[in-house]
């Protein structure tokens, strides 16, 4: 597996598959046909389809400012992946000087016929969970120790920590209206206040979870700088418990960035093993990996076992299985960031099932098991339902203008 800074990632919102990753691919095409006078780009599946609600056109045309860049919306079926882009790059005389075919694979990666991707090394020697907790196991060492011991991230995960504070304080701030056609109104600054006037302390603890999930998520819709968990479309779940964890229970620094390498480490397995696209596995690959990460994050934090962390993890993905990605008018707010609310609840929720159930009966289904099921489920998830806003909500939901 490759390491935590391909998983965690500072970009620019609302999707790091249709935002980050296509503008990751834009700078690379750049870069390496400077010398052309005027580029083309075509979006095909579900960049095609979502692509103007998820910002992508925008994107590239900033990245290749100040040179022109004209972009075209494309249908075809045969495709590769459902995010596929064609960049062409031409000169003065009109002559194309090189193109490139790319995936947006999830997360902000990205994948280039014939090139080199771009992408880090594998830094991890192991694929599965099965197999790292028997590494730790013989060498007695606990999973933020496993990623210590293969991944140099102390500094980076101090930058990804940042940033999730900055993105949930900024949410928290900002009132108003999000971009695009919804006209849905920002109420993360609302809801904290309601989590400060609560008498109850278990609904103070949930609205004020609500309330930075989705600070976070709306600056993400707002386009503005957030960080992937492992995705921006579902990148208000750990920031929000980070931010929970930290600031209102004291938790120290140490404690959070060891949470964040456990968490990374639940969300690179799902990476490798499965998907984190909704455009390939729907939106059980995004949210119910998120809930996956947040849940064992959470369990490490209360001090418990690795197997109970792997039981919280699982939990947090088994009962997301089958969740689709229908985002209306494909921009990322319904349901997107109500979902990221409900989703940080449930990986408390996972967290507390895992501590309580697992000494009173025997877990049976492992974490291998069920990101196995999920890739299996994404697969099957008809393609209307997959980020193309063609199905579910997005069918229905009317936009306001």
């Not at 022109?68 to 003065?92: G, S, Y």
Request: with cysteine.
């Amino acid at each position: 597996m490759k390491s935590l800074k391909e998983l965690y990632r500072i970009g620019p919102g609302p999707s790091s598959s249709h935002t980050l990753g296509p503008q990751r691919a834009t700078v690379l095409f750049k870069r390496k046909y400077a010398q052309a006078v005027r580029y083309e780009v075509e979006l095909y599946g579900s960049l095609s389809l979502t692509g103007k609600g998820h910002l992508t056109d925008y994107i590239i045309k900033k990245t290749m400012e100040p040179k022109p860049c004209e972009i075209f919306f494309k249908n075809r079926e045969d495709l590769k992946h459902p995010n596929t882009m064609h960049l062409m790059a031409f000169d003065a005389q009109d002559t194309l000087l090189g193109e490139w075919t790319v995936y947006s694979v999830g997360g902000g990666a990205i994948e280039i016929e014939g090139e080199d991707n771009g992408e880090g090394k594998e830094v991890y020697p192991h694929q599965s969970l099965a197999q790292i907790e028997e590494y730790c196991k013989q060498h007695t060492m606990k999973l933020w120790e496993y990623v210590n011991a293969f991944d140099d991230l102390d500094d980076y995960m101090e930058e990804i920590l940042s940033q999730m504070l900055t993105t949930v304080e900024q949410g928290l701030t900002r009132e108003g209206v999000l971009p695009g056609k919804l006209e849905l109104s920002r109420i993360a600054k609302s809801l904290k206040q309601k989590a400060d006037q609560a008498t109850s302390a278990s609904e103070k603890e949930k609205l004020l979870l609500c309330a930075y999930a989705y600070a976070a998520s709306e600056e993400n819709a707002s386009g503005n700088m957030t960080v992937t968990a492992p995705t921006l479309g579902s990148s208000g779940i750990i920031p929000s418990l980070i931010y929970y964890f930290y600031k209102d229970l004291g938790y120290s620094k140490e404690m959070i960035l060891n949470g964040l390498k456990v968490a990374g480490l639940f969300g690179n397995l799902i990476k490798e093993n499965a998907t984190i696209s909704g455009a390939q596995g729907g939106c059980q690959a995004e949210i119910g990996a998120a809930v996956a990460m947040g849940a064992a994050m959470c369990a490490y934090f209360w001090g418990l076992e690795t197997s109970q962390i792997e039981y919280a993890a699982e939990i947090g993905i088994e009962h997301h299985l089958g969740l689709t990605c229908d985002p209306v008018g494909g921009y990322v707010m319904i349901p997107c960031i109500e979902r990221n609310a409900v989703g940080v609840l449930r990986a408390l929720d996972a967290a507390l099932l895992a501590k309580h159930i697992s000494d009173v009966r025997e877990h049976r289904v492992t974490f291998d098991m069920v990101v196995n099921t999920m890739n299996y489920t994404g697969k099957k998830i008809p393609l209307e339902l997959r980020e193309t806003s063609l199905g579910g909500l997005a069918r229905v939901v009317p936009l306001k203008r």
